[in-house]
């Protein structure tokens, strides 16, 4: 396959841009595939209600910004057919909702994780203030979207992470030699975080199915 890859006619940036844009856009027959780490599950709830609690936040991110992302990330997750609702800090939180914080503890020092059992999505403060530190020009606004709509993911089913590189409930590697995959290798070079922020077709597609609503 390497070979087959070296011999290839190299492509403009452009060119190999949309591929990735291609492959966030669209979900091919035999392109869903998971690193087999968990079994996907029906949504924690539906309609699924998330409420945002701003405290403990990163000075560099406002309670608005942070709030809009939780709510795009929501919007596009919902897609699948699962509805959901955004509440602000100051709302009255129903019974049954998910809690969007942050907390080091809730987050076990990652950027963000989800927590079926208690109905929580944690992001860690702690992680983003060592990226802010170590790469300041970075624009962390991406990195936030990315975890909110990654965790966010498991909550609406999708418990195996993707081993579609593009897809954002994937990871890169196993640790163990093993890469996630691309349509073009040549194409995971074109940027740093080839991980979609957003949704792709195939975790929409996935999240279908694993909530019974594939037509």
């Known amino acids: 396959m390497t070979a087959l890859f070296l011999g290839l006619t190299p492509l403009p940036a452009d060119a190999l841009n949309s591929v990735r844009e291609q492959e966030i856009a ?3 027959v035999g392109e869903i595939s998971t690193w087999g780490d968990g079994r996907d599950r029906p949504a924690l709830a539906s ?22 992302r939780v ?12 509805p959901s609702q955004v509440l602000g800090g100051d709302s009255v ?3 049954g909702a998910v809690h969007v914080q942050w907390s080091d503890q809730g987050s076990v020092g990652n950027f963000g994780l989800a927590n079926l059992g208690q109905r929580s999505l944690s992001l860690g403060p702690a992680a983003f203030a060592l ?3 170590r ?17 966010m993911g498991h909550l609406y089913g999708l418990m195996a992470h993707s081993r579609r590189c593009v897809d954002v409930t ?17 194409a995971r070079k074109t940027v740093l975080e080839y991980r979609a922020t957003l949704p792709t077709a195939c975790d929409i597609q996935r999240c279908r199915l694993a909530n019974g609503l594939l037509k």
Not at 71 to 82: F, H, P
Not at 181 to 186: G, P
């Open 26 to 28: 669209e979900c091919r």
């Open 131 to 133: 990226l802010h530190q």
């Open 93 to 95: 939180a129903p019974a």
């Open 47 to 68: 309609p699924l209600v998330f409420v945002y609690q701003h405290r403990g936040a990163p000075a560099w991110f406002s309670e608005a910004e942070v709030l809009a």
């Open 170 to 186: 994937s990871y890169y590697h196993d640790g163990k030699g093993q890469q996630c995959h691309v349509r073009d290798e040549r």
């Open 71 to 82: 709510k795009q990330a929501a919007v596009a997750w919902s897609q699948c057919g699962v």
């Open 135 to 151: 790469n300041p020009a970075h624009d962390a606004r991406q990195t936030l979207q990315m975890v909110i709509s990654h965790e």
